[in-house]
């Protein structure tokens, strides 16, 4: 994993890692969906790009919240669906993570335990 100080980097993963998401908010509303099934294809400290077979519209402002297991235990992060994209039977959705403490410090050390692991 190599990147320059100033920008953010981004992982790809060998092969998508299992998450489940729910939608939490669309516009100024909150709602609760149930848990659905997606894959994280890669990730950033500020957001991630994700695969799911579920068609949400992402004109309006929705609110997600994902829970993945990137390698020590479970991350709960918000985001922001910001971009859709058909893929094959899915569809890939870019996710901009809503600032949350330690949310980026977890990634990021546990992406390096993660890429560690993999070298091995």
Known sequence: MIFKREESYRYTFPQPIPCSLSIVGVEHIRINTGKGEGELVDISPHGCKLSSSFDIPVEQKVTVRLEFTLYQGIIVASGILVWQKLNGEGF?????????????????????????????
């Open 92 to 120: 890939l959705y870019g996710v901009e993570f809503v600032k949350e403490e330690n949310l980026e410090e977890l990634i990021t050390e546990d992406l390096k335990l993660l890429v560690k692991e993999n070298e091995s």
